[in-house]
């Protein structure tokens, strides 16, 4: 398990941009699909975007256009470039890494263990 540390979060405006942080406490080289998820008050864990080591993305649906994932293996940090926010992106926003894993299973039931997260708040 990779100890990830998120950052970025904050208090935005309907409308507005925030980005975000994922830093791994090394390179990311060997770490094949890296992704964001978020979690709203009341509601279950979902994907946001995951990124592949070969720069493949996956992104949900209502995010699509809006947000987007990179990352950098040499800093080892993956980021999310969330613009456009809207209310209903207003969540606590966590990361995950899966060394061996393929992006087409990059879910929140795939993994037992999680940061603390960013809160991200979008005001309307």
């Known amino acids: 398990q990779v100890q990830l540390v998120e950052s970025g979060g904050g208090l935005v405006q309907s409308g507005g941009s925030l980005r975000l942080s994922c830093a791994a406490p090394g390179t990311i080289w060997d770490i094949n699909v890296m992704g964001w998820f978020r979690q709203a008050p009341g509601k279950q864990r979902e994907l946001v975007a995951a990124?592949?080591?070969?720069?493949?993305?996956k992104y949900a649906s209502s995010v699509k256009g809006r947000f987007t994932i990179s990352r950098d293996n040499r800093k080892g940090t993956v980021y999310l470039q969330m613009d456009d926010l809207k209310p209903e992106d207003t969540a606590v926003y966590y990361c995950n890494a899966d060394r061996g894993g393929v992006i087409e299973e990059f879910d929140p039931t795939a993994f037992d263990s999680w940061g603390q997260g960013t809160q991200v708040t979008v005001s309307s």
């Open positions: 990124i592949t080591s070969g720069d493949s993305t």
